[in-house]
């Protein structure tokens, strides 16, 4: 026969690791949530630093290709990457860039209908910079 201390303690212990795992579940869901959000941000900053560092340079070279190499090299991150034929000058010397960032998120990446939300294409503008 057996005790009743040992029936309530089965029951707690599974219940302890079904709130466990629900816990582990949201934890990483928010984590990968924060990581894509956080990535989001920091690429637009990125973008409008690259867009301000091309619309510097075509101020003065008047050179779309000088612009364009102007803002590759303003991006620092190694995840990001300026996308081919995105710098666009318009005729006031505003500029407009896109940049493009893969992040490595703990699951969402790994899953093949969320590794689209790891991919974030971001567009920076700036203005012409004043003399």
Same mark, same amino acid.
């Given at each position: ?12 212990? =599974? ?11 949201? =934890? ?13 941000? /920091?690429? *637009?900053?990125?973008?409008? /630093? ?12 008047? @050179? ?12 620092? @991150? ?9 710098v666009a000058i ?7 860039? *896109?940049?493009?960032?893969?992040? /490595?998120?703990?699951?969402? &990446? ?6 689209? &939300? ?14």
């Amino acid at each position: 026969m057996k005790e009743a201390g040992t029936d309530a303690g089965t029951i707690v212990v =599974g219940w302890l690791v079904k709130v466990a795992l629900v816990l582990m579940i949201l =934890g990483i869901s928010t984590f990968d949530a924060i990581a894509v959000g956080s990535a989001h941000l /920091t690429t *637009s900053d990125d973008a409008n /630093t690259a867009a301000s560092a091309a619309a510097s340079d075509f101020q003065t070279s008047h @050179n779309v290709a000088s612009a364009t190499s102007a803002a590759a090299d303003a991006i620092t @991150n190694p995840s990001e990457e300026l996308v081919p034929g995105s710098v666009a000058i318009a005729r006031d010397g505003s500029v407009t860039v *896109s940049i493009q960032r893969k992040i /490595t998120t703990v699951v969402m &990446y790994r899953i093949g209908p969320l590794k689209k &939300y790891t991919v974030i294409r971001v567009k920076g503008e700036a203005a012409p910079p004043t003399s």
